[in-house]
């Protein structure tokens, strides 16, 4: 599993000092969410934010893109550091073309579906995805609890990639996950998790990263998990990842 910690509840008035910790405990991955007050009630941050971060960190840029037709920012998002951009199935009318746009910039892709929207749009899309994400929660705000109906849903997810060409295709959760459902979600499919509240604030993080992976003693990892549980310094100066 790949715990990719959301920026979202992090210290805002420390933020190098978060990176900092983050990298020092073992993190790999950072997930950003960028909300536009539209697609979400919620506003948070845009590509300067990346910008001002990219120098600090060598951290994987998961960056969850909650914005109406995202694709008129993707190069934006690329220009400032996004290493994986995931963009909502619901928020754009031309989702493969802006998936594919994606990885013409040299990013990894990803799609996101929110909890009411069917996973069946994936058979049609396996090929272009390089992760899957399912809301737990109604995209917009940290904190909120865990929607019980996922664990179906990744399995139902998994399904569906590897009879579609999409079994190289992480699939990651995001939403009211903590160490308490770690265990249950990694057993139904989920291969990356984020975390918000339940991680941030928690220090020391090396503790709190260890009390996400406890639940998961002995689970064998696939190896396109392992493929990019790295930080994009640390296969081939990051062209790897990208
Ligand atoms: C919700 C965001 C999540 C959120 C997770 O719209 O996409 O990434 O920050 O926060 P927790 O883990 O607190 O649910
Ligand atoms: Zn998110």
Redesign the pocket.
């Given at each position: 599993m790949i715990l990719s910690p959301?920026?979202?509840?992090a210290d805002f008035a420390h933020l190098a000092d978060e990176l900092t910790s983050l990298e020092a405990a073992g993190l790999t991955w950072l997930?950003l969410?960028v909300?536009d007050g539209a697609f979400?009630p919620?506003i948070t941050f845009g590509p300067p934010l990346l910008h001002a971060l990219r120098p600090m960190t060598d951290l994987f840029f998961d960056v969850?893109l909650?914005i109406e037709e995202p694709a008129r920012y993707i190069a934006d998002f690329r220009a400032a550091g996004a290493d994986m951009m995931v963009i909502h199935a619901e928020a754009d009318r031309h989702v493969q073309r802006t998936l594919a746009a994606i990885r013409d910039l040299g990013c990894k892709a990803g799609l996101?579906l929110n909890p009411g929207t069917d996973v069946g749009c994936v058979r049609w899309l396996a090929k272009d995805l390089d992760m899957l994400l399912l809301?737990?929660?109604?995209?917009?705000?940290?904190?909120?609890a865990?929607i019980p109906a996922t664990y179906e849903k990744i399995r139902e997810a998994r399904r569906v990639l590897d009879a579609n060409g999409g079994s190289a295709v992480l699939i990651q959760v995001?939403?009211?996950?903590?160490p308490e459902n770690t265990g249950r979600l990694v057993d139904a499919g989920a291969e990356v998790l984020?975390?918000?509240?339940?991680?941030f604030g928690h220090k020391p993080y090396g503790q709190r990263l260890a009390a996400f992976m406890e639940p998961l003693a002995g689970r064998v990892s696939r190896p396109e998990e392992n493929a990019l549980r790295h930080r994009r310094d640390s296969l081939d100066g990051g062209t790897l990842l990208c």
């Open positions: 959301s920026l979202l509840s997930h969410d909300m979400v919620n969850h909650m996101a809301m737990s929660v109604n995209p917009g705000f940290s904190g909120q865990f995001d939403g009211g996950v903590s984020v975390s918000g509240s339940a991680f």
